[in-house]
């Protein structure tokens, strides 16, 4: 009853949305702090005083609304940060309420790049984390939260005060970005960024997409406001890298700005990519050659290939704008199962204690914390809450997008895509929360890091039950198609 009953809601909206005029808004700030801070993402504490490149966060506002019926709206705000961590949502929203009475705060959220060079936004607890922060003479993360909170209140206004009539056009290009990598060896273990080039070698884990998605954004003149690229690849190419940096993003906003105008805003969404990075896995040797021979970097090489991908398309989006589409934004909140823990898995937990007690260095500390915390999962299996999640689903057009807030392995992100009735589909991880890992089977079976259980709130179960729960939502915006 209840999956007849989303249908019907569904099926109205689309109807009710068909020949409504899309209103577009889009907005860049800068997040940049003016403050030393510390760096997210690393296993070390690292300390960024002087930014390599400025690090953004840019709002895209969609409305539309046909006569008296309830207007459609979303306002999507993705950040160069390693991920939405725990409150910034929720402080985003209070913040923004007042200031836009006229927006459904749900139909507002947070997406992030997954850049592993910007600053630090959640609290440290003892033992739980492992960063060793000064206390004098930087920007703590609480404070930097609050600066951020301001900067995301202050875009999402831009964005959606300046929504006007305009189009909006979608194409597929392609793009050498993300490579799988977690190596497999023979005895079947498997281990992320394991070498290659090893006897016992025997291939990747899992697949690749090397699929460039994009929304362009136009005004009521044909003029490019906005562009949305999705692909499967974070962005963490200058990882290790002690300063704060928006990582290949920033190359591919400052390659395309230099294209069609300073002011284009170019949000990046990463796609299901948890076991995928744009680091090498093989032919390293045969790849840096090509580098010297262009004279860039690595991070520019890529932001080079995502720029031609959408130049590629470009006079295709253009020559097919469209003004009256359906729109509409679903929102539902799902329960998923924990990740349940193997017992060899707590077996290993307790042997990791013993040694791990033994240390009294900050990431011993932070690592005897989280194999006790397995243990108690273990323990206490039948007793552990669900994982709480928010789920957008939007169509824009032929196009479905729909969010998740983890990194979500790919072959998760394969499913959706492959059993969805839009013609191109869109995910975004990192959005609204960060739920860490969500691994297959296989990655938990060939073990190492992203397939173990310290690094995952919600296991295989829960990312079948995801994948189901989306598709089942994104068939409701097409009711069309689903009756066939």
Not at 168 to 181: E, P
Not at 201 to 228: C, I, N, Y
Not at 352 to 379: C, H, Q
Request: glycine content about 6%; aromatic content about 6%.
């Amino acid at each position: 009853m209840r999956k007849l009953l989303l249908f019907a809601i569904a099926a109205a909206v689309v109807n009710s949305a068909a020949a409504a005029e899309l209103r577009i808004g889009a907005a860049t700030v800068d997040i940049t702090p003016d403050q030393p801070v510390a760096l997210a993402g690393n296993f070390s504490t690292r300390i960024s005083r002087k930014p390599e490149t400025p690090i953004r966060a840019v709002a895209l506002a969609l409305e539309s609304k046909d006569a008296d019926k309830p207007a459609q709206q979303a306002l999507i705000v993705s950040c160069d940060l390693v991920a939405i961590r725990d409150g910034v949502q929720d402080k985003f929203r209070e913040r923004l309420k007042p200031l836009l009475p006229d927006l459904d705060m749900r139909r507002a959220f947070l997406t992030a790049t997954h850049t592993h060079t910007a600053p630090l936004t959640m609290e440290l607890r003892e033992n739980l984390y492992l960063y060793d922060i000064p206390k004098e003479g930087m920007m703590q993360p609480a404070e930097y939260v609050t600066f951020l909170v301001e900067r995301l209140a202050r875009v999402a206004v831009q964005a959606w005060q300046g929504r006007k009539p305009g189009g909006v056009s979608w194409t597929l290009g392609h793009a050498v970005v993300g490579q799988n990598r977690r190596a497999v060896y023979a005895d079947g273990h498997a281990q992320m960024y394991g070498k290659s080039n090893d006897a016992t070698f025997r291939g990747l884990e899992g697949p690749e997409d090397h699929a460039v998605e994009m929304l362009f954004f136009w005004s009521a003149t044909k003029q490019l406001k906005a562009v949305a690229i999705n692909l499967a690849c974070p962005a963490q190419e200058l990882e290790s890298h002690r300063e704060i940096n928006a990582d290949y993003w920033h190359e591919v906003r400052a390659r395309l700005q230099k294209k069609f105008s300073p002011k284009l805003c170019v949000l990046g969404w990463t796609s299901a990519a948890g076991d995928q990075s744009p680091h090498l896995m093989y032919r390293k040797a045969a790849e840096e050659r090509m580098l010297k021979a262009r004279g860039v970097t690595r991070a520019q090489e890529i932001g080079r290939r995502i720029g031609n991908a959408v130049m590629d398309t470009f006079d295709i989006a253009r020559a097919d704008i469209r003004t009256d589409v359906p729109f509409v934004h679903a929102v539902e909140d799902l329960q998923l199962p924990p990740r349940r823990i193997l017992p060899r898995e707590c077996e290993t937990a307790k042997r990791n204690i013993l040694v791990l007690a033994k240390k009294t260095d900050n990431y011993s500390r932070t690592m005897l914390g989280r194999e006790k915390e397995v243990v108690r999962r273990f323990e206490e299996a039948d007793k552990l809450p669900p994982y709480p999640m928010e789920l957008h689903v939007l169509r824009v057009g032929d196009v479905a997008i729909a969010t998740s807030p983890f990194e979500l392995f790919l072959d998760y992100g394969v499913q959706m895509k492959a059993r969805s009735p839009a013609i191109q589909t869109f995910l975004i991880q990192h959005a609204c929360n960060a739920g860490l890992y969500l691994p297959t089977p296989k990655a938990i079976e060939g073990g190492h890091y992203s397939g173990l259980p310290h690094t995952n709130l919600v296991g295989p179960e829960g990312g079948q039950i995801l994948v189901d729960r989306t598709i089942e939502a994104i068939k409701a915006l097409w009711p069309a198609v689903t009756k066939q």
